[in-house]
């Protein structure tokens, strides 16, 4: 079965900084979504990737995913107290985007020190 | 409404009691699905509807869960005789359909504590 792996399981940066979260699978993306949570709420989406070297970027938030399609990043530049949170990335197991169960990773919890 | 609508927000019972999650998803959205986020760890599909077509159950851990759906509206997710490790947080999403490349939007939760 497929797993997602996330890198890393948590963040502290400080407001200004840019940072990087990783997701990993140990299989073939053939979608990957990239979600925001906070504590007490559900997820906001945020981006989706569906094609090997594709790049998407909102506002300051940067999501690619690799050639491959095994990898996916997602990169904040000049973080502010209000990208705290946990981003949870998700896939597709099936080709074709069944968009039926997904599987998620733990999340990355990240906190940005004002 | 304009978001996918949970009920309650929280839900605090005792071991052995049945519990019952409300889901009321976005408007004109055909699929629904349920997933658990359990403290510390990642969401675990459940189950999810898809307009008439009979429902994925292939997430549910037992046979205490079981979940249902009228139509393309409201859900509820049934959950009997509770038990500790019952406790989590439960999401429902929903999205326009399934294989249609379009993301699913969650709701807010429900928190179950069991006693």
């Known amino acids: 079965s497929q797993e997602l792996e996330q890198s890393p399981q948590s963040l502290i940066v400080q407001e200004g900084k840019n940072l990087t979260i990783n997701c990993t699978s140990s299989?073939?993306?053939?979608?990957l979504y990239w979600y925001k949570q906070k504590y007490g709420e559900g997820l906001i989406f945020l981006m989706m990737?569906?094609?090997?070297?594709e790049e998407k970027s909102h506002e300051k938030i940067t999501a690619k995913l690799d050639e491959k399609k095994q990898q996916s990043s997602l990169h904040i530049t000049a973080s502010q107290p209000s990208h705290a949170g946990i981003y949870l990335c998700g896939a597709d197991p099936y080709y074709g985007g069944s968009q039926g169960n997904l599987i998620f990773g733990k999340g990355t919890k990240l906190s940005v020190k004002p | 409404g304009a978001g996918v609508s949970q009920s309650p927000s929280n839900k605090v019972t005792e071991k052995g009691k049945d519990v019952e999650l409300r889901c009321d998803p976005i408007?004109?959205?055909?699929?629904l699905y349920w997933y658990r986020q359990r403290l510390g760890q990642g969401l675990e599909f459940l189950i999810y509807?898809?307009?008439?077509?009979?429902?994925?159950k292939s997430g549910l851990p037992s046979d205490r869960f079981s979940a249902e759906r009228t139509g393309e509206s409201v859900s509820t997710l049934t959950i009997q005789r509770t038990q500790q490790e019952d406790s989590a947080v439960y999401l429902c999403?929903?999205?326009?359909?399934?294989?249609?490349?379009?993301?699913?939007?969650f709701g807010d939760g429900t928190r179950l504590s069991i006693l």
């Open positions: 999403a929903s999205s326009y359909r399934v294989y249609s490349n379009q993301p699913q939007h």
């Open positions: 299989k073939t993306l053939y979608g």
């Open positions: 990737l569906q094609k090997g070297g």
């Open positions: 509807f898809q307009g008439n077509s009979a429902p994925d």
């Open positions: 408007s004109g959205h055909t699929a």
